[in-house]
DNA sequence: AATCGTCTGCTTTTT
DNA sequence: GCAGACGATT
């Protein structure tokens, strides 16, 4: 019998189901469907729905993955399967169980930026006069420390280490955790509570892990202590698109994977179903180049198709202009829509001059990653508004609505207040509800906190009523606050102030679809806005060309792709060789090529506008390793003279005999 | 206390 | 070339 239409490889390994088992899945030989393929026929099987865990990197493989799994089995066991992302199941497990760890379960998660804010407080209170530390990296540092497993720095010699000290006691007093803490705190819970662990180990049998080259080590621990009982682990990912390492991802973990789950079933999907035998021999040439990796010859069934065409430009501009013109022209000769195409680059700075092109051009486009919606003043002035109602002892927030708008409480109040906190081992809301600060404070100010207390005390009432409507009580909260007057007055135009007051209106009504659609209460909400930012925005199709970052790029497919600047210092950065990280510079480049399911198109400059003055440059090192049959190199002088219309005709010809021969 | 101006120093950023 | 940080000026 086949299963679901799978090919040789894929079904063994959906069929292999007990103990360890490693998936090495090529870009583009259909690993998705794989996962989903196999929960349905662990189901058909007999496991319970309900013990089948899968964890994936980002909310968006999780939301594809359950919409495929859906459409394969029974609407209702679907659902059952746990299909989250590492740390949505670590804000399971802790607020279930972190009051074992000294945290209350109404914890706080704290961003990137709140992260940092805080971390500046502490190095301002920490460092001596003649001591500087730059809060991002004291950020990295901690990151890196608890992304090993370090959740303290052992001796203090050092500022950075006392600056972490600092910060990890601090954030328990406020109790909040950063995202870093997600997976310590869970796997901490994990190794230090016997009960914690078997409840868990319990009801997880079957776990798959999805993109299993990211994973750092807590989350390697987190997979270790959940399947330690029967082992049923099932590891997907591909060493070769291993390209977070300087995020602490750990490489190791796939390519020893035996180390850690001994006698795994090995099953490698070299087929790939997305990209022409060209791409893929360009690909395959290339990552041969990196040491310490799974063999793997990617090829296709799908024939060989158009040669990779490298192109050299004499500067940047004219690189823009080219690809934009070459994405135009293939547009018009053969009708594809624009959102076939995509422009992929090393860093978000060379998104510009594309951008100005497509303007000038009025082509559709758009851009992945920038600043986020949830980035707003608004937005974060409103999360932590509701992130008060539930955790008061929250100072970051509680200080941010304090400030967010002018209540008569200023900054040298604030510094008394946080001090008379920190004497008294509490939180900056119990300081500033203490009568023995109150009292010495000027009578009118002390009446502004006492009234502002008594605001958030009854909305906090409110809020932890049962039966209660969030959406209702933020608005009253934002209204009676005074935030939403003042977010108005505040505003340079009166565009600005509609902008923003729909943006707050745009939350409430998102919570108000949150609370119809389960039960998850004001925290859930919280919860799922902190842990998946692009939540709620929706793929608008025809949204044109996409231009976006290698990284940002793995996991996504187009039709026609554009890798743009080539050079040495740019792919590979220069900043790699210094960290000696240029086998994760080729995997990225690799990433790029396996994008393009039918054209790539490489271009590099003669010299280009670096940081205000123009540069020379000089092509790859990594384009000599894939030079050969599969790539076609392109001179800009050649280009010029030759009409462009007359290759496209005969590319055009090409395709149709291609497409003919294969009926 | 706020705002303007100059200095600096440059990746990638799933959660 | 440009954003973000910090310091001097009103």
Sequence with gaps: MRLFDLNEAQERAVRSIAGPLLILAGAGTGKTRVITSRVAFLIAQGFDPGCILALTFTNKAAGEMRERLARMVDKEDAKRVTMSTFHALCVRLLRQHIDKLGYKNN??????????????????????????????????FISKAKNSGRAFAENEETLVAAVFN????????????????????????????????????????????????????????????????????????????????????????????????????????????????????????????????????????????????????????EEAKFVVEEIQRRQTVEGVPWEEFAVLYRMNAQSRLLEENLRRLRIPYRLVGGKSFYDRREIKDFLAYAACLLNPDDDISLLRIIQATPRGIGESTLDRALEFSVRAKSSLFRALNEPAFLDALPSRTAGRIKDFMALLDAYETRAAAPLTVFSTVMTDLMLESGFLDDLKRSCATPEEALNRETNVKQMIESLSRYEQRGNGGLQGFLDEVSLDRSREEKEEPGAGVTLITLHAAKGLEFRHVALVGLEEGILPHDRSKLEGSLDEERRLFYVGITRAMRTLLLTYCRGRVKFGGAAPCHPSSFLKEIAGDFVEMVSYEKLMSAPVPQESVKSRFAQLRAAVAKM
């Excluded at 992260?115 to 301002?124: A, M, N, P």
Aim: proline share 3%; glycine share 4%; with cysteine.
């Design 107 to 140: 914890f706080s998660i704290y961003d990137d930026s709140e992260q940092t804010g805080l971390l500046k407080k502490i190095i301002v209170r920490t460092a001596a006069k003649d001591e500087k530390l730059d809060a991002q990296i004291a950020k990295a």
């Design 166 to 317: 600092r910060y990890q006691r601090q954030l328990k007093s406020l109790n909040a955790v950063d995202f870093d803490d997600l997976l310590l705190l869970a796997v901490q819970l994990l190794k230090e509570h016997p009960e914690a662990r078997a409840h868990w180990q319990k009801k997880y049998r079957q776990i798959m892990v999805d993109e299993f080259q990211d994973t750092n080590r807590l989350q390697l621990d987190l997979v270790s202590l959940l399947a330690d009982g029967e082992r049923n682990v099932c590891v997907v990912g591909d060493d070769d698109q291993s390209i977070y390492g300087w995020r602490g991802a750990e490489a190791s973990n796939i390519l020893d994977f035996e180390r850690h789950f001994p006698n795994p079933a090995i099953v490698k999907l070299e087929q790939n179903y997305r990209s022409t035998n060209v791409i893929l021999g360009a690909a395959n040439k290339l990552i041969r180049n990196n040491p310490r990796r799974h063999p793997k010859n990617l090829w296709s069934a799908g024939g060989e198709g158009e040669k990779v065409r490298a192109v050299q430009m004499p500067d940047d501009r």
